[in-house]
């Protein structure tokens, strides 16, 4: 069953990919339209980001991984590496979750 639903998925992101170059038929985007499709992506990583630093369950709530999330983001902000804020966003919320 589960090699049915990867096979579905690679077929449909497949022709996903597919029915761009088809539909546009080797005509060039429109600046406007590439302004937004160069934005969609840091709008949706954004989105996956905060669902998953907000969401509790079922329910959006704030808590140690939120502050965890939140200390990783000033990390980033003042320059440190991928390593240092992953080990700042662990180091916080395995503190709060200790308290």
């Avoid at 579905?8 to 539909?23: E, N, Q, R, S, Y």
């Avoid at 965890?68 to 990390?75: L, P």
Wanted: aromatic fraction near 4%; hydrophobic fraction near 60%; charge should be negative.
């Amino acid at each position: 069953m589960i090699w049915e639903i990867i096979a579905a998925c690679a077929l449909v992101t497949a022709l996903i990919k597919g029915i761009g170059p088809f539909a546009l038929g080797g005509r060039d985007l429109s600046p406007r339209v590439i302004g937004v499709v160069t934005l969609l992506a840091p709008a949706l990583l954004a989105a996956l980001v905060v669902t998953q630093a907000l969401a509790d369950g079922e329910q959006v709530g704030i808590g140690e991984d939120t502050a965890g999330v939140a200390a990783a983001g000033v990390a980033l902000w003042r320059g440190a590496s991928i390593m240092v804020t992953v080990a700042v966003a662990a180091g916080v919320t395995a503190g709060l979750r200790a308290i």
